[in-house]
T-cell receptor, first 116, second 109 residues
């Protein structure tokens, strides 16, 4: 089965540092997403990306966050100046169409970010 | 009020038991609903979509009641491998999924 791959699987960073989380979505997919899950809490939507632009973002996705699809295969999430409360599992996901159209959203295994 | 609300559990059941989870949602504009399964520190995986007519996939049955804004999941003949957290999820358009906090299931010998 095709899969979404994410790197790194775990990253520890100092508060204030920039972090880039990388994702390779499934190759024929058109929609890309980032979600996060703080330990012990629910999975939360951050941003969706389609046709090389952000299609929707949540209140969590403030100016310190950005996404990019630099080369047609990778999809990255950048956190400019990390805070302690950014510590979470970050899930990348992709789909080839809208979920409401019966298209499944596939999640990667996640990147654990620990900010110290 | 939480957008998607679930009983966190845990539900501890013996192998072979039938267990039911419920979920309510507050956004009446939500279009689609799903049950995802999440193992400890792993990614969510789609278990099944939920339709008003009800749908069944093997031992799993899901039901949606739009009038009551209520979703259910029934697991029959539960197995040890069913132990996981079950996430109730709604989609309100734009491919944005809203997750509940999840219901933890532990199936025991």
């Amino acid at each position: 089965e095709p899969e979404v791959t994410q790197t790194p699987s775990h990253q520890v960073t100092q508060m204030g540092q920039e972090v880039i989380l990388r994702c390779v979505p499934i190759s024929n997919h058109l929609y890309f997403y980032w979600y996060r899950q703080i330990l012990g809490q629910k999975v939360e939507f951050l941003v969706s990306f389609y046709n090389n632009e952000i299609s929707e973002k949540s209140e969590i996705f403030d100016d310190q966050f950005s996404v990019e699809r630099p080369d047609g295969s990778n999809f990255t999430l950048k956190i400019r100046s990390t805070k302690l409360e950014d510590s979470a599992m970050y899930f990348c996901a992709s789909s080839d169409g809208g979920h409401f159209s019966g298209n499944t959203i596939y999640f990667g295994e996640g990147s654990w970010l620990t900010v110290v | 009020r939480k957008e998607v609300e679930q009983d966190p559990g845990p539900f501890n059941v013996p192998e072979g038991a039938t267990v039911a989870f419920n979920c309510t949602y507050s956004n009446s504009a939500s279009q689609s609903f799903f049950w995802y399964r999440q193992d400890c520190r792993k990614e969510p995986k789609l278990l099944m979509s939920v339709y008003s007519s009800g749908n069944e996939d093997g031992r799993f049955t899901a039901q949606l009641n739009r009038a009551s804004q209520y979703i259910s999941l029934l697991i029959r003949d539960s197995k040890l491998s069913d132990s996981a957290t079950y996430l109730c999820v709604s989609e309100g358009g734009g491919n944005k999924l809203t997750f509940g906090t999840g219901t933890q299931l532990k199936v025991e010998l």
